[in-house]
């Protein structure tokens, strides 16, 4: 079992940048892919950005491409979302994730095992 810990959210101005943590409660988060999903109120929770277990892979959402970097220093078990240049419709709740899939089939909350509870951006215009 890993227990996962978000945090780093909070209301930020449009344009501005925020980096949200999630630390794994064991080492063994090498492991696995990690990946960070969002959910918007009255939406359904999607897909922003994954790493593979060694870095080496990152994979992102069409729409945070060149705006978000995905991170993991796995000496810390730590993953981390680094989010510039931020918009409104950035606003949602962000969870993270951790699967024993390859990165690229982390694009599907199905594939993922362990949750956190979330961390709420929100991003004022």
């Known amino acids: 079992q890993v227990q996962l810990e978000e945090s780093g959210g909070g209301l930020v101005q449009a344009g501005g940048s925020l980096r949200l943590s999630c630390v794994a409660s064991?080492?063994?988060?090498?492991?696995?892919?990690m990946a960070w999903f969002r959910q918007a109120p009255g939406k359904e929770r999607e897909f922003v950005a994954t790493?593979?277990?060694?870095?080496?892979?990152?994979y992102y959402e069409e729409s945070v491409k060149g705006r978000f970097t995905i991170s993991r220093d796995n000496a810390k078990n730590t993953v981390y979302l680094q989010m510039n240049s931020l918009k409104p419709e950035d606003t949602a709740v962000y969870y993270c994730?951790?699967?024993?899939?390859?990165?690229?089939?982390?694009?599907?909350?199905?594939?993922?095992?362990?949750w956190g509870k979330g961390t709420l951006v929100t991003v004022s215009s």
């Open positions: 064991r080492r063994t988060i090498r492991i696995y892919t």
């Open positions: 790493i593979s277990g060694s870095g080496g892979a990152t």
């Open positions: 994730a951790a699967g024993p899939v390859l990165a690229a089939m982390a694009r599907s909350t199905s594939n993922m095992d362990f």
